[in-house]
């Protein structure tokens, strides 16, 4: 789902994991410096500045792309950002986080994740609703954008599943 504006792109990505409580995600969520762990596009994610947990800390999160177009032009790029906590509510399983430097042409990119029970009862399953703000990307449509996120959400949960899976047969 996204809705362009004149000024601001705004869109949300969700994705459902069918067996993990909304408690059991958020705990590796809330982990705020260790996306690579969970995101499939990024490689490496650290702390620059603050305190973990708390808003006002940045992350350093960076990505290997290798372009491949079949001519000399072929090469490896290294796409980063630094990213600043915002908020977290352990209680309400949500973070918001906003791209403060970038060399990808992303400009006032906020964004919230939030994981949420899909039972009434507490019980298992749970979702993952990632929604962002942002001034229009050059060179993209919003579209894209939501289709990059929604494709890196799926991988995030994908590796969640996995991770979850391998602490119920040890």
Request: hydrophobic letters at 40%; a negative charge.
């Amino acid at each position: 789902m996204a809705a362009e504006t004149e000024s601001k792109w705004e869109g949300k990505v969700s994705a459902v994991l069918a067996n993990p409580t909304a408690q059991q995600v958020w705990l590796l969520l809330e982990d705020f410096c260790n996306l690579h762990k969970w995101l499939p596009s990024i490689d490496t994610c650290y702390q620059v500045d603050g305190v973990p947990g708390q808003p006002g800390l940045i992350r350093y999160c960076a990505a290997t792309v290798t372009s491949s177009s079949g001519g000399r032009d072929d090469g490896v790029t290294i796409n980063w950002a630094k990213e600043k906590l915002l908020a977290i509510d352990p209680i309400k399983r949500c973070l918001s986080y906003e791209v403060v430097e970038n060399n990808t042409g992303i400009k006032s990119y906020v964004a919230t994740m939030i994981v949420l029970p899909i039972n009434d009862d507490g019980g298992r399953g749970c979702k993952i609703e990632w929604s962002f703000v942002s001034d229009p990307i050059e060179g993209w449509r919003i579209e894209d954008l939501v289709s990059y996120l929604e494709s890196n959400l799926q991988g995030m949960a994908k590796r969640m599943l996995h991770h979850y899976a391998l602490l119920l047969n040890s």
